[in-house]
């Protein structure tokens, strides 16, 4: 208790309740009508909804919500988290990457299918936990015959009962598992949610499920009008068409594919690519110096970039400054042979401090968020160096940014897999370049 007591008043009130909560769920708030675990024979797998809703289960099949029980990195950390802190903290991981194991308190119930059809379609309703939004699993999860959707006239279907569902149509059906708490200090680790709700999306009525239950393309568009699009499409192989039919791979920044085993880094990567703008300029400043600023602007994306689990997300500005011939006067940004960024670089995520006030990549130990630096949708920031030019150069100088993404620090990945075993990819998210006199 000693410790919960340094914590301001809001988090005390949620540590307190985790640490209370006597559910078979807990430390997660995950709820069922009966307060009781679920019969697995209430659920379908995946393959068994495709029977019906074909474009829908093959759009899904691979997609990170597929994968988010068996994700490479994910495995890792979870298995980590188990060795580390123990089966609650296991089974609070896995009651948002394995929902139906948890309901069920089977470990291997259809985790292989992590956030399957019957996961997100038998919630009923999302608790409000953290800032109007839900977190750390916080929903109602029916299951039985009843499958909840968008739709206020769903097409019947042999298979189950159909019903409109208000909570699918918005954003917080996917805050209960896009907003992360610490189980037992009720520190914000991911606030995708908040970050959403705090901004330009939310004022415009732009839901979640706008931009990720789109195409790439789809979602560019409807950030650059900041209007939802309407998709026409089919949600029962040969039943009607519909008006507007949601995209069922729900992409976001996961692009390494070759180890996670999604199936859609092309989609993500398009993402990444239309998410900012950015622009450079440089000119001669006092003395032998050039003076660089950086201009970027989150354009395209509805939260912050990074989001998620921003203590191991990597965005950075790569700056690379020639002269004449092609010489490298000045570097900032780059990446060493072991796949380490410059120290220095202007980095956006955000550091987390374990108890004994050391960084940690490690959610389950931490206790307190040392710093977080990212760039709010639809706003500009602006970085600037002072660059000093070496005697000798040749003008005119070249100044490239560059701003680049990756999912961890390389240095975290060989800790978990053994050095160079797990190499990430590096996505260039954007780029700019321009020219300036030699200063005098």
């Known amino acids: 208790m000693r410790r919960l007591l340094l914590l301001p008043a809001p988090l005390l009130l949620l540590a307190l309740a985790f640490a209370q909560d006597p559910s078979p769920f807990a430390p997660s708030r995950m709820r069922t009508p009966d307060g009781?675990?679920?019969?697995?024979?209430?659920?379908?797998?995946?393959?068994?909804?495709?029977?019906?809703h074909k474009g829908q289960y093959e759009q899904w099949k691979g997609s990170l919500h597929n994968r988010a029980h068996d994700d490479g990195i994910y495995r890792a950390f979870a298995e980590l988290a188990r060795k580390d802190a123990g089966e609650e903290t296991y089974r609070f991981c896995s009651s948002?990457?394995?929902?139906?194991?948890?309901?069920?308190?089977?470990?291997?119930?259809?985790?292989h299918e992590g956030v399957t059809c019957d996961v997100c379609h038998s919630i009923r309703t999302v608790d409000v936990v953290h800032a109007g939004g839900g977190a750390n699993a916080s929903f109602l999860l029916e299951g039985g015959e009843v499958r909840f959707g968008p739709l206020e006239d769903p097409s019947p279907t042999p298979a189950h009962k159909s019903l409109f569902s208000e909570t699918h149509r918005g954003a917080m059906l996917c805050s209960a598992c896009h907003t992360l708490l610490h189980p037992k200090n009720g520190l914000p680790i991911e606030n995708t949610y908040e970050e959403w709700a705090k901004g330009p999306y939310a004022k415009a009525g732009i839901q979640c499920q706008d931009c990720h239950m789109r195409s790439a393309a789809q979602a560019a568009e409807v950030a650059r009008t900041m209007k939802p699009l309407k998709v026409p499409?089919?949600?029962?192989?040969?039943?009607?068409?519909?008006p507007d039919v949601h995209d069922h791979r729900f992409s976001g920044a996961s692009t390494d594919s070759k180890h996670t085993g999604g199936a859609h880094a092309a989609e993500s990567e398009a993402r990444l690519k239309a998410a900012v703008e950015m622009s450079v300029a440089?000119?001669?400043?006092?003395?032998?110096?050039?003076?660089?600023?950086?201009?970027l602007t989150n354009v395209g994306a509805g939260h912050a970039i990074p989001t998620s689990i921003t203590e191991l997300r990597q965005v950075w500005i790569d700056v690379r400054v020639t002269d004449a011939k092609g010489k490298e006067v000045f570097r900032s940004g780059a990446v060493d042979g072991d796949g380490r960024v410059d120290p220095e670089a202007v980095m956006y995520h955000s550091v987390l401090l374990d108890e004994k006030g050391e960084v940690t990549y490690l959610p389950w130990r931490a206790e307190k968020m040392a710093m977080e630096r990212l760039l709010p949708p639809k706003e500009t920031v602006r970085e600037k160096w002072e660059v000093r030019v070496p005697a000798?150069?040749?003008?005119?100088?070249?100044?490239?940014?560059?701003?680049?993404?990756?999912?961890?620090?390389?240095?975290?990945?060989?800790?978990?897999?053994?050095?160079?075993?797990?190499?990430?990819?590096?996505?260039?998210?954007?780029?700019?370049?321009?020219?300036a006199a030699l200063p005098r």
């Open 36 to 52: 009781k675990l679920s019969d697995p024979d209430h659920f379908f797998e995946a393959k068994d909804c495709g029977e019906c």
């Open 96 to 111: 948002c990457h394995t929902p139906l194991a948890i309901a069920t308190g089977k470990e291997d119930y259809l985790a």
């Open 233 to 242: 499409g089919r949600t029962l192989g040969d039943m009607m068409d519909r």
């Open 282 to 295: 440089a000119a001669p400043g006092a003395g032998r110096t050039l003076d660089v600023t950086v201009s």
């Open 392 to 435: 000798g150069a040749e003008g005119p100088l070249a100044v490239e940014a560059l701003l680049r993404y990756r999912a961890a620090p390389q240095e975290v990945m060989d800790g978990l897999f053994g050095k160079g075993r797990f190499d990430l990819r590096i996505v260039d998210m954007a780029t700019a370049r321009t020219e």
